[in-house]
């Protein structure tokens, strides 16, 4: 850039209205050099410098064969506008037929660690990862993860690797310039430049953490880089938003600081470790701030159910609202889910609830994350009082031994059974329906129509305008705040 030059008139320097004019003709001149710097005139020397380290991937799968046109994607790919390419044989009847399948992914180590997405070789028998030299190695898979939609493969290379490094995605900034590389459509090596368009956005998983960008992102892009200006990774292209399949500007890439905890772990293990807390959890709406003692805002994570497991030992109860993990804030559920999953296993945390108005420290020794969840033992339930009635909207009765088979219900449930919902009622607006049993009331076990109508008329004594009831359908629990108008 020439830099402009404002000559001012000798006769007049000594002015203070010139000096002043002059000074800040400088400033003028000064900031847009700093605005012409931070816009770079090319990015060519971050395509040179780390296109070897960004690879193409070939998958080759046998499938049974079927009659009739396949998809672009696998059944059950957590992405279906990707890159999954169409292979073109249709009629084959039974015969079993082998697929191909093109994406992404780059090289983290000089000894031939590959990162790149789960669903790009997810099924797959052969892997093929070719460099932008040419040159082609097989590689084999050492660890997946559904979850974040991450793979680690690894090839044996005969000399060191070119390789990059994985950047701070936290610092990444809405407005910064990012490059995405990868090998869109099939096409080769292709490099697009954008910004970061948002940060933290969610899709589908419980550990979403993804860079919004409008860099260029097509099918065959997944798995491949998102780097910053420094050259560092803080992203992986994963998703596009798109009604036909193409860029339309609005991709995604799981965030570089979530992707390395699960890349340590997968080179470890083969498998990811999450820590696990062992409860069932709900956000808090902004209509149960008023149900629950000593809560001003909708935060935290209100517990709604303690099956056996790491809280369940350290003192935790359904009603608990949980405030702060490891001494951080919970801001909501897919917060708190999060901070569990990010810390190691077997580590004892300290768990800061909100019960019946107190704040009360837990420490919890989180195990590893299951899926299998059981339902905590209650009361016996009582078989007299089967009179129906209706209360704020709800025709509600003692749950009986015969009800709770017709509903198929474990026989350690307890509550009120609602065999009819006022279709006027609030309590139709907020989802209960016929089926739904009522076990709590203001965080105190139901077992008869007494047992609710006590509770009513000590929420209205206290002067609230709402009952906090715990319902289950099917098994699951969750808190409805209910109005007592």
Do not use: C
């Not at 660890?143 to 390789?163: Q, R, S, W, Y």
């Not at 910064?176 to 869109?184: F, K, R, S, T, Y």
């Not at 007299?384 to 015969?402: D, H, M, N, R, W």
């Not at 307890?414 to 203001?442: F, H, I, M, Q």
């Amino acid at each position: 850039m020439t830099n402009q030059v404002i000559t001012i008139p000798r006769q007049l320097t000594n002015t203070p209205r010139v000096l002043w004019l002059a000074a800040l003709a400088v400033m003028f001149l000064v900031a847009q050099a700093i605005v012409a710097q931070a816009r770079p005139e090319s990015f060519a020397d971050l395509a040179d410098r780390f296109s070897p380290s960004v690879v193409n991937i070939t998958t080759s799968t046998m499938v049974a064969g079927r009659t009739g046109p396949q998809g672009i994607v696998p059944e059950g790919s957590p992405f279906e506008d990707f890159f999954r390419e169409f292979d073109g044989q249709r009629g084959d009847g039974d015969r079993p037929r082998r697929t191909s399948a093109l994406g992404s992914g780059f090289v983290i180590s000089e000894d031939g660690y590959v990162v790149t997405n789960n669903h790009v070789i997810e099924g797959a028998d052969e892997i093929l990862i070719e460099f932008y030299s040419g040159k082609e190695l097989p590689a084999k898979v050492i660890g997946t993860d559904k979850n974040t939609d991450i793979a680690v493969l690894k090839v044996e290379p005969d000399e060191p690797l070119a390789f990059v490094s994985f950047g701070d995605s936290d610092v990444a900034r809405v407005g910064d310039w990012v490059i995405a590389m990868g090998n869109p459509l099939g096409q080769g090596f292709s490099v697009s430049a954008g910004i970061v368009s948002a940060r933290n956005r969610a899709l589908s998983g419980s550990y979403d953490d993804y860079i919004q960008t409008d860099a260029a992102i097509n099918r065959g892009n997944s798995g491949g880089p998102l780097f910053n200006m420094d050259g560092d990774v803080i992203g992986v292209n994963t998703a596009i938003l798109s009604p036909n399949g193409g860029s339309i500007g609005i991709g995604f890439s799981m965030a570089s600081n979530v992707v390395k905890r699960v890349v340590v772990q997968l080179q470890q293990y083969g498998e990811t470790r999450r820590g696990w807390l062992g409860v069932r959890i709900q956000n808090v709406g902004e209509d149960m701030v008023e149900t629950i003692d000593g809560l001003d805002v909708a935060a935290g994570a209100m517990v709604t159910d303690v099956p056996d497991g790491p809280a369940l030992a350290a003192g935790m109860e359904a009603g608990d609202v949980i405030m702060s993990f490891e001494g951080k804030k919970v801001a909501d559920v897919r917060d708190l889910v999060k901070k569990v999953g990010n810390t190691e296993v077997g580590k004892t945390v300290r768990v800061v609830v909100l019960r019946a108005g107190k704040s009360q420290t837990l420490k919890v020794t989180l195990g590893r994350r299951e899926e299998a969840e059981a339902v905590p033992a209650s009361q016996p339930i009582p078989e007299s009082e089967p009179q129906e009635k209706e209360i704020l909207g709800l025709t509600v009765a003692p749950l009986t031994s015969e009800v709770r088979s017709e509903l198929g219900l474990d026989e350690e449930i307890s509550g009120l059974v609602v065999s009819d919902v006022n279709d006027t009622s609030t309590a139709y607006e907020k989802g209960l329906r016929a089926g739904d049993v009522l076990t709590e009331a203001s965080q105190q076990i139901l077992l008869t129509i007494a047992d609710l109508e006590n509770r009513i008329d000590e929420a209205k004594e206290a002067g609230r305008k709402s009952l906090l009831l715990l319902v289950r359908r099917g098994g699951d629990p969750r808190f409805v705040a209910l109005a007592l108008d």
